[in-house]
């Protein structure tokens, strides 16, 4: 099949196959990646160094199926030719392009490389000489209010004297200029009255800049047309501003309003119909009211919020010239918000087949969603999941129950609301500003599992608050989660895992325990504010347990109750006490339109003290790796901890540690229109603080020992990417695995490849 698409076997006589543009740059300083862009002839992609799509090309049309080999040409990419006409229109972009950068006596030609009798490389050679730099800036307008403003504002000017004369940064100017006068009432100015004069005869490859705002028909001709005289441009105010929550873009007249009433300076149209929001709720999130200076960026802002309340479909707002004030002093404007609902409530049903660690299963849940539940836009969302699932018998108990094969189920109820406010005294909100879109979070969920070896009841509260401190950054407090776990296991578990001695560290995970933690996250990501795609996302979680509940317990604020070993209870349930940072972090480098790079690190540690001094982590807080989102090519919770041998395999549902540390590299590339695929390469491990038994051997974190003991794992995956969602399968083999014999860690170095090496992964979204 190599052999069939091997890319110069179908090039015709006397053409050449276009392998690569290269781009050399001479006494200039510029960005190779935008020039890349202006090539008018790009060879045919590559996918991991390969033309995959030339040579599905050639594959179909040497095979002559008829509709299969048609179908395999139209997914493919035709060669790519060289076109000596397209480098020269080339060379012709170059210049122009080095012009607008200030190069203005810049010069580009290309020279063809050819590779043997069919491939050929082009070259490109630009020579940039001295380029123009700006020497002296000037603002002025015609229109003194505006002339005032300018000078103000030349401080926050993009533009510097000294620097590099640029034409983009010039548009940015212009669209700066432009965004401060509509943010000073200016509603109906635009970028077009922005002008900038440049006089480059100065012998001195220099140049003065001269940034002009004209004036309404400056430059019409006003002999002609006597009508379009030069008048100054106008600032308004607003006058009446109208609020529709029912409007119908699809039948205007059916929605036409019979009623106003009139709450905290806004005029809400409504027909007979009971309304369906609370006024209050949609009125906070309008940035303006009666009497304002037009500001755009309080437009901006109350579009962005009116979408985040979930319960409008479309949101249009326009304005239109309400004349002057009763002292002519003012141009007003009336504001007209029309707003689309949405259905308020629905049901979801959602279902798959699970495979963790080599247990299949299958899981589905029912959900209900109200999205305006109080009229005021809250979220209601109930949902009752349940699976059954085919797992292992560690204890050789015989209480085996089974349906089908099937000897473990789970089912349990999950209930949230969410407000789109902070759930706080007035004191404090009365002060938190409208800006951070706040949100608060109420959510209670019961699970109980059924296994062979025990029963486990989870019993989950959480109440906290998120919002948005800026574009880029997001914060969330969880001042109150609570868990409490009750376990009750079978008699043949109970007296394995006390007669193991190395599972007195994992003892603790299979007692009854109440968790009462707070928690705080920061999320940063400047995803969709960097033109070339490359971002950055970072995710610090820090999360601490039990101190108040000890503290009360020392202060006698609660009947100091204790249990066997000394330890402080609430609710008749040892509380844990540990604190625990996080870090998630990773970057997207885009390469171009059709691949990229993404980079992951993510670690973190967890102390336990008090209660759980000489404890690790409680199982549902603890750290572990492998699965889907982790190093893939270990199933989840198989790994580790550290280099720890454990050739009984009691461990093997339960491994888990108190430190973690991972680093992910990924490459991505599309394939075809929905299907993407990717190259990938995991490695990291977990480990134990301390190893409270003294017997797992290598468990514990070592700072000389990290290497030594991290697992590293690589592989393939494809991905179904709609947009809305991404269906995600990989699969990846073991490279090194620091749980096998010392000095055979690399695992191909002594047993050769086999398919059953390789360990799937089903997911649905990216794993980072």
């Known amino acids: 099949m190599l052999g069939a698409c091997s890319a110069a076997r179908r090039i015709p006589e006397g053409e050449h196959l276009l392998t690569k543009n290269v781009i050399q740059i001479k006494d200039a300083n510029l960005d190779r990646e935008e020039l890349q862009v202006l090539v008018k002839q790009k060879p045919n992609r590559k996918v991991l160094f390969l033309r995959f799509h030339l040579g599905i090309y050639n594959f179909g049309d040497r095979l002559n199926w008829g509709g299969f080999s048609r179908w395999l040409k139209k997914i493919g990419e035709e060669p790519i030719l060289l076109d000596t006409t397209l480098a020269e229109l080339t060379d012709r972009q170059f210049v122009l392009y080095m012009f607008r950068k200030g190069y203005f006596n810049a010069s580009a030609g290309d020279t063809v490389i050819y590779q043997g009798k069919y ?108 009508m379009n005289k030069p008048e100054d441009h106008k600032i308004y105010f607003l006058n009446d501003i109208y609020i529709q929550t029912d409007y119908d873009p699809a039948n205007p007249e059916a929605s036409l309003p019979t009623d106003t009433t009139y709450y905290d300076g806004y005029n809400f149209l409504h027909g007979k119909e009971e309304e369906r929001f609370k006024k209050k709720t949609v009125a906070g999130a309008v940035f303006f009211k009666k009497n304002d200076l037009f500001f755009q960026d309080d437009l901006d802002y109350t579009y962005t919020r009116l979408s985040d309340l979930g319960v409008f479909r479309f949101t249009n707002i326009r304005y239109d010239y309400a004349g002057r004030d009763s002292s002519d002093t003012r141009n007003l404007l009336n504001a007209h918000i029309q707003l689309t609902p949405r259905k308020s409530q629905g049901f979801t049903i959602e279902s798959e087949v699970t495979h963790s660690g080599g247990n299949v299963g299958i899981a589905g849940s029912f959900g209900y969603q109200n999205r305006n539940t109080f009229r005021g836009a809250e979220m209601f969302e109930a949902k009752i999941h ?103 296991l079978s008699p043949a578990f109970n ?44 995710k610090g979680n820090f999360e601490t347990a039990g101190a108040s509940l000890w503290l009360l317990n020392r202060i006698n604020s609660f009947p100091s109750k204790k249990d066997e070993d000394g330890n402080y209870q609430a609710l008749g349930l040892t509380f844990s006490q540990y604190f625990k940072p996080e870090i998630d972090a990773s970057y997207h480098d885009w390469l171009n339109d059709n691949s990229s790079l993404v980079y992951r690190i993510t670690g973190g540690v967890g102390f336990s003290y008090g209660n759980s001094d000489g404890k690790i982590l409680p199982f549902e807080k603890a750290f572990f790796s492998g699965g889907a989102n982790s190093i893939r090519a270990w199933t989840a919770r198989t790994l580790g901890p550290g280099s720890y041998k454990d050739t009984s395999a009691v461990l093997y549902i339960e491994r888990i540690g ?35 038994s003294g017997t797992l051997t290598g468990s514990s974190f070592q700072w000389n020992r990290i290497l030594d003991d991290f697992a590293i794992g690589a592989g393939l995956g494809a991905r179904l990417n709609f947009n809305f969602f991404i269906i995600r399968f990989d699969g990846a083999v073991k490279i090194r695995d620091p749980g096998l014999p010392d000095g055979r860690e690399w695992v191909y170095g002594y047993q050769k490849f086999d398919i059953s090496d390789i360990t799937m992964n089903f997911a649905i979204g990216y794993p980072f």
């Open 495 to 538: 007296d394995f895992l006390n007669q193991a001695s190395h599972n007195l560290a994992f003892l603790y995970s299979y007692q009854p325990h109440l968790i009462t933690s707070g928690r705080f996250v920061w999320i940063y990501s400047n995803q969709g504010m960097r033109k070339d795609k490359n971002f950055l996302f970072i």
């Open 658 to 692: 108190d430190v973690k540390m991972e680093a992910s590299i990924e490459y991505r590339s599309v394939i075809f229109k929905y299907l993407e695929g990717a190259v990938f390469t995991d490695m990291g491990n977990i480990w134990l603080r301390k190893d409270p």
């Open 119 to 226: 491939k050929a490389k082009v070259v490109y050679e630009i020579i940039g000489r001295q380029p123009y730099s700006i020497r002296n800036l000037r603002f002025q307008s015609r229109d003194m209010d505006i002339n005032s403003i300018l000078k103000a504002d030349s401080l926050n000017t993009l533009l510097k004297a000294g620097e590099i004369y640029d034409e983009d940064v010039i548009d940015n100017e212009r669209s700066r200029i432009t965004a401060e006068l509509k943010n000073r009432g200016y509603y109906y100015f635009n970028r077009n009255y922005v002008n900038v004069l440049v006089d480059s005869a100065l012998g001195s490859h220099q140049v003065d800049l001269y940034v002009t705002v004209d004036r309404i028909n400056e430059n019409s001709d006003s002999i002609r047309n006597p």
């Open 386 to 488: 349940a699976s059954i699932e085919s797992v292992q018998n560690f204890s050789d108990t015989t209480n085996d129950t089974r349906l089908f094969f099937f000897n473990t189920y789970e089912i349990g109820p999950e209930i949230k609301l969410t407000l789109k406010k902070f759930l706080l005294p007035r004191f404090f909100t009365d002060k938190a500003s409208r800006y951070f879109n706040p949100r608060t979070t109420i959510a209670g969920s019961y699970i109980f599992q059924s296994r062979p070896d025990y029963k486990r009841s989870i019993l989950n509260f959480a109440f906290g608050w998120n919002w948005r401190g800026s574009a880029t950054q997001r914060w969330m407090v969880f001042p109150v989660e609570i868990s409490s776990i009750d376990v009750n």
